[in-house]
């Protein structure tokens, strides 16, 4: 076939101009080709193994078919509604375009064919299978409504509405045959002789060619890899490949993870983690490594056992064999997720492939963890550093890639550490979801504490995992408290519901145990324990039972941990055990306090109580705290008292008691003793039943021996809470409504939550023109990325603020220090410097719940915007502060808000309570 190029006139038409300096702009034809580059390379040089098995093209194939829709994927811009409005702003080209056209168009009409849809409608009348043109259709981030499309310019069924968004009158044979000399120079250069080469794709492959694409765009939007040109030029064919190849260059993105030699290796899992495998890890590793279609790897296992590294070892088996191209390591919360970075860090360092790899840490608040900045700042290549030393290369071979900082790009890193919701944003209509497709889709996924959810926030990891079946992700999830039904329901996911086979394994109780997928099989082994049980003895206990249990365990010295449900809670028991025992040291820990603040409380309680801490350390020491410390801390502790929760999460609590062996601990309290805090009577505390209904605290209160042998009575434990049906335990009035509420509040949040889900994954295998993207999400929530992290946990929203105060003088500064002396002021008449800003951006605190309930929300935020208009106006120019609200307390460290005094101290945290209550003092 004869190559041709690009007619003249079709290379009048604008893509990009620059909204400072119209001298330059961008000819579509040139985006296009661009776009078109980096779609090739992406697919040749950086989509790792996996996700190209997942798109189920021939290497050939995909390339071509890559290229091409890059080439068509703005073809919508060759439109009288694009073309007129960007060309008053290019007065040359728009002369010399004007030979051929008058580029009149109806503004009011332009919002109902936008270029995307536009795109998709014509590359349907040009014949292009469905598929691939609703994948142009949903470049920027929304599929389209097939109604829509068809409006645009007729279909067989109906007549078209909108052509006068297209062309002017009389000159439809003009623009049409602009499109046809676009769509014949696209099937040209991707190697197609023809439409009928075009391949009929699968909707997963479409999800994932539309990450690409996206992508794809972006890099070839941004002027800092693909410049502009002078308004005089409409490029040349002589710029090309050497425009694209530089792009590449600059934008230098890492290579995908590819294992050559594998923890399996002799002496390798030692290497990578400090010691050899035990027994838990062997039996994970084993699994994984005589599987021939894996799946999804559940394993229960104890507390500290080692879960982690078992999960990562056979994250290199899984990729190895599989080419996944990089792992996702998912945990609730961001404490747990910062806690975890650095063991992660490390053993991606250690990854013996020898390249250089990107690593993301992806949470609301990652830009401000310290390791992970420092990361940044010490590898990241930016285009200065390679102009002035084009030889750099940085010592470490993990990085934080500069093009993977913003959220939706985060999980297309190789290494991705974060909350849980970055992987449940995969199953949310959310806007660019595809993105997160993509990123998923070359990547084994780890999710750590996957019994940490609610029934709300299981829908979307349901549906993500069904979706990650689909892909054939591996995918690795750990529990130490893992309910039956549950697992079941897990593994049906992945499965897909309806190959899930019947069996054993949905009722097994064993423990440890490993439940695993190859292919439609679900295997399943219980693990023999070579370590020796552990008992702990349980009590019940009173809050005026409280002091004088605390006073007689520590006699002889020792240090406990008090964990309760709620933080007001936590700080009235701190304030009593500080005024009723004295002799004691007593620390108070949760998520209240700002970032600084608990960090440092973080790291001392690690040396006080943690693996490496000494008697003299530990001695008359008392921790207060809630589940924050049930879940990021590796403390150990002599002595527990735990407010009744529900039986899993008392089991994660009993973790942290004698949690480390082979220590010596004062008499009273060498053997383990868990005192569980209830109200004595048949009620419950308002604070638990808030948090966790009356259902779950009523079983376990009813199953709680008085002694547990660990891990051996875990998953009875857990089994018996949680499997009621049937139900060994007599019913009562009591108990027969508390479940009725409890089941009904699980049915509202599921279907709660299924309302923003998207679709699963269908197949029209006998009608493949049926695959499109069209009407994949619906108008609900798919457009807005504001509170979509919100969007997958359920419950009133959280509002967080930034704590400073104001001297009597009126200077804004950082709260004092340790010592109590003043903090540094803080300029408000300009934008903070970044080094500043980063400081300012770290006194970060979530306000307690009271203040996001339906009924002080809108109160207590106007209020924080008022304050933030009248002093910090000039803050939102800073890119670290904007969008922020500032809480400013007085020089007592207190403040008026809601109808509420707050104060802050360095060792309660933010406390509040009544104005009147103020008042009355």
Known sequence: MKQRGVPYEVRLFAGKTDPVNSGFWLPLWMHLRDTAGIMVYLVQ???????????????????????????????????????????????????CLEKYTTLSYREQNRKYSRHALASEAILRWLKCPNGLASVAGAHHGKPQTGKDVFDQLGDEEEEGSWESNYWPEGEQEFWESCWRELFDYALQESGFSSVDGLPQLTIPAEILLTGLLIMADWVASNTRYFPLIPVEEVGSDTLYPARVDRAWEALDLTSPWEVQSDVTEPGAFA???????????RAMLEAVSRTQEPGIFILEAQMGVGKTEAALGAAEILAKHGGGGGIFFGLPTQATANGIFGRLLAWAEKQPDGLEHSIKLAHGMAELNEAYLRLQQDTVRVEEDLEADPDADPESRVMVHQWFRGNKQGLLADFVIGTVDQLLLAALQQKHVMLRHLGLAGKVVVIDECHAYDAYMNCYLDRALT?????????????????????VELVRAYLNGKTAPDGPWQTCRGYPLLTWTDGKQVEQVTIPLETEPRRVETFPLTEEQLTDTLRSALREGGCAGVIVNTVKKAQAIAARLRAEL?????????????????????EALMKRIGKHSTPEQRDKLIVVGTQVLEQSLDIDLDFLVTELCPMDLLLQRIGRLHRHEGRARPRPVAQARCAVLDTGTEDFDEGGKAVYGEWLLWRTRKFLPTAITLPHDIAPLVQD?????????????????????????????????????????????????LNTLDNWMDDVGAVSDNGARAAVRDGDPSIDVLVLMQDAAGNVRFLPDETGQPGACVPTDEPPQPEMALQIARQKLRLPGYFSKRWSVEQTIDALEARNRDVFGLWQQSPLLRGELILLLDDHLTAQLAGQVLQYDRENGLTYRKEEENEAN
């Open 45 to 95: 040089r950086w989509l790792p193994e996996s996700v190209r098995q997942h798109i189920e093209l021939d290497e050939d194939l995909l390339t071509q078919t890559a290229c091409f829709l890059g080439l068509v994927h703005d073809l919508g811009k060759a439109s009288t509604n694009f073309q007129g409005p960007i060309m008053a702003q290019l007065p040359e080209p728009r002369q």
């Open 271 to 281: 290497e990578r983690f400090g010691f050899p495998p035990n027994e838990v890890q």
């Open 582 to 602: 004295p002799e004691f040291e007593v620390v108070v820990f949760h998520a209240q306090f700002l970032m600084p603040d608990r960090a440092a409380k973080e």
């Open 721 to 769: 809470v949680y499997g009621w049906e049937p139900d060994p335990l007599p019913a009562s009035p009591q108990s027969t409504a508390a479940r009725a509420e409890y089941e009904k509040t699980q049915q509202i949040k599921m279907s709660k939550a299924k309302t923003f889900t998207i679709l699963p994954p269908e197949e029209h295998r006998k009608r493949p023109s």
């Open 467 to 487: 979706w990650l079946g689909r892909y054939k992700v591996p995918v690795i999830l750990l529990s130490a408290t893992l309910p039956v039904k549950r697992r």
